[in-house]
């Protein structure tokens, strides 16, 4: 880590990769004896368990012990979801041994660290689970967290700890070690071990040039996220063959950094939903500094100073540069 240039982030970035590698060994504690009361549903129908809270909790208590500044936050979870006392307490049995809160007060208060009223010109964005379903159901998500200043990503980490580390193996499939990628602003994509983020560093590319017909998809597993229908008329024109990969959570991202996948495509469902920026922001930045290019399905940059929302984007592609043009275009013609 130490002989590597990260740029002028480097100190935060390694705040930030602890503060991941820590709340993924909770997640993935939490993951293999999840109940069914660790569960909640949140007012617009979304699931939320007791991971989200735990995860959110450590990162923020981790960046607010090692930051010498005060941080704002965007961050996905509400310390106020956390209604009853037993699922306080089920977060309590998971953190307290590893975090200074002692009571249901602090814990609230570490959930909703750094979220300001003002718009902040540098802040962290959060996803503590991204893809709480695939978590629910046992697969893929992802610790998502992003640094966002002077309008643009500045540092991106996703801890991914159900993906195999190891590129021959099928996405798809759980490991049980993980894997965790990080990228700096022009300083690359990089996967680390997700238990000691200081060993094991290794330089991530997306795919060299290949033909549209070698070209392989990863989308969401969830129907209600992306239109799979028109997603697959959208590769059926193109002459994309290869079968698609399924994930859930930015791990798609991932995949497509690391060149096991090529495309990674979300077309809106509902005409007025808008994508949160912490369900892209560690992911468009680590895909872009592996070699792809990010944009909306109309080719737009998407920009991250709008709030908790993409409110000037729709949907996401993100493909090698030689293909994205064509890909804009067929979307164009197909939505
Ligand atoms: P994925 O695992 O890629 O399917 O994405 C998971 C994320 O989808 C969650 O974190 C939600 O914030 C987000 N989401 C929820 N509803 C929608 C929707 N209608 N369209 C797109 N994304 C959504
Ligand atoms: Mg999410």
């Not at 009223?117 to 893929?140: A, M, N």
């Not at 994509?189 to 094991?200: E, F, G, K, L, Q």
Request: glycine share 6%; aromatic share 6%; charged share 25%.
């Amino acid at each position: 880590m130490e002989n590597n240039n990260f740029g002028y982030h480097a100190e935060k970035l390694k705040v930030g990769l602890e503060a991941v590698s820590l709340a993924s060994k909770i997640t993935r504690r939490i993951q293999n004896s999840l109940v069914e009361e660790d569960i909640l549903t949140k007012t617009d129908s979304s699931p939320v368990t007791i991971a989200d809270f735990a995860a959110q909790t450590i990162v923020n208590s981790t960046l607010a012990k090692r930051l010498p500044k005060a941080v704002s936050m965007v961050s996905e979870e509400e310390g106020s979801n956390l209604t009853n006392n037993k699922t306080l307490e089920s977060v309590m049995k998971f953190i307290k041994n590893t975090l200074d809160i002692s009571n249901h007060l602090q814990l609230k208060a570490a959930i909703d660290f750094g979220k300001n009223k003002e718009k902040p010109k540098k802040f962290w964005t959060l996803d503590p689970i991204d893809g709480t379903k695939g978590f629910i159901r046992g697969q893929q998500y992802a610790i998502s967290l992003a640094y966002i200043e002077e309008n643009e990503i500045q540092l991106g980490i996703l801890g991914c700890p159900n993906l195999n580390p190891d590129l021959s193996c099928d996405p798809e499939v759980v490991h049980k070690k993980g894997s965790l990628l990080f990228a700096t602003k022009n300083h690359g994509a990089w996967s680390t071990d997700i238990d000691n983020p200081y060993r094991n560093l290794k330089r991530v590319r997306s795919s060299s040039e290949l033909s549209i017909e070698q070209l392989k998809l990863c989308e969401s597993v969830e129907a209600a996220h992306s239109r799979h229908n028109v997603t697959k008329r959208i590769l059926n024109q193109l002459g994309v063959k290869q079968d698609s990969i399924k994930l859930d959570s930015q791990v798609k991202y991932a995949v497509v950094a690391r060149g096991q996948g090529h495309i990674y495509l979300r077309i809106p469902t509902l005409e007025h939903y808008k994508e949160k920026i912490w369900d892209h922001a560690a992911g468009c930045i680590i895909a872009e500094e592996a070699g792809l290019v990010v944009s909306d399905i109309h080719g737009k940059r998407l920009d991250f100073n709008c709030g908790e929302e993409l409110k000037k984007n729709a949907g996401i592609v993100c493909a090698p540069s030689y293909h994205h043009r064509t890909i804009i275009r067929s979307i164009e013609k197909n939505i």
